[in-house]
């Protein structure tokens, strides 16, 4: 035979085969490997712990901080304050006495123009008058609120106009009495 083909009748030798692979055993567990996992474990349940006890218990941020007491003011600051928010009152009264003294007369445009006009100062004069009141803290309550009053009352007109509404008494009618209003107790105050 030509060597590729092996004689069944005489088996291979045993001893010419590779030797079987040795038992890997595992090492036994060392005792430094056991307190680390113990170490660890106990560290686990301590942080769950802590978790649950900040989550159970509540924050201190959530409080309001503490009201400041509200500033006092001499009577000299006072007075100083209104006399300087009710000179800011006359100013933008007395432009809007002059914007409603002029009329456009028979031009369109001149009209249009007056209505602008009176628009502006309405607009201008309540911004004014809010940033004159907040540059003067000490401004006495009372006057205060009547100056907001009247500056909310001179927007509202400012936006009621600019929407179309001055054809509209009716709808301008409570806008008005409350520009009225505030007006009249200003005057009262400023004296």
Sequence with gaps: MNGTIHDVSNPPDPSAAPPPWPRVTPPAPRRASLWLALIALMMALLA????IGAWSRPLSGNKPPPTPPPPSYTSQQVADARTKV??????VHH????????NGGGDPAAVLGVATSGRQVLD???????????????????LAAAIRNLANAYQELTVSYLDGLTNSAAE????LQAADDATSKIE????
């Design 172 to 175: 301008l009618q409570p806008i």
């Design 86 to 91: 009710c000179a800011a009152y006359q100013k």
């Design 95 to 102: 432009a809007l006495v002059l914007s409603s003294a002029r």
């Design 48 to 51: 769950i712990c802590i978790a």
């Design 188 to 191: 009262r105050l400023c004296k």
């Design 124 to 142: 201008a004069g309540s911004r004014y008058l809010i940033t004159k009141l907040s540059d003067e803290p000490a401004t006495p309550p009372e």
